[in-house]
């Protein structure tokens, strides 16, 4: 089992940044893919970007490429996504999930936090 623990959301103007962290606890979180998802009002939760175990290679929903920057601290047992140049329309909840396959969908991650509120106000 993994445990994951968001934090770092917040209100923020259109054009602020943000960083949000994932801390980890149980199995080793190092052995786990991990993912940042994001939930509007009424909308699907939909894949935001994900990581490697080895940390080596990131990839991003085309909303927020060049805008979004995931990373992670094995050492640490934590996980970031910091955002910049934040738009109205990424206000959502988002959430970190870990899983033991690299991708985009969200079945394929077993272990999810609770999920940390990101506003953007215009």
Request: proline content about 2%; aromatic content about 14%.
């Amino acid at each position: 089992q993994v445990q994951l623990v968001e934090s770092g959301g917040g209100l923020v103007q259109a054009g602020g940044s943000l960083r949000l962290s994932c801390a980890a606890s149980g199995r080793s979180f190092s052995n786990y893919a991990m993912g940042w998802f994001r939930q509007a009002p009424g909308k699907e939760r939909e894949f935001v970007a994900r990581i490697m175990w080895t940390g080596s290679s990131g990839n991003y929903a085309d909303f927020v490429k060049g805008r979004f920057a995931i990373s992670r601290d094995d050492a640490k047992n934590t996980g970031y996504l910091k955002m910049d140049s934040l738009k109205p329309e990424d206000t959502a909840v988002y959430y970190c999930a870990a899983g033991s396959i690299y991708s985009q969908r969200r079945d394929d991650y077993h272990y999810w936090g609770q999920g940390t509120q990101v506003t953007v106000s215009s």
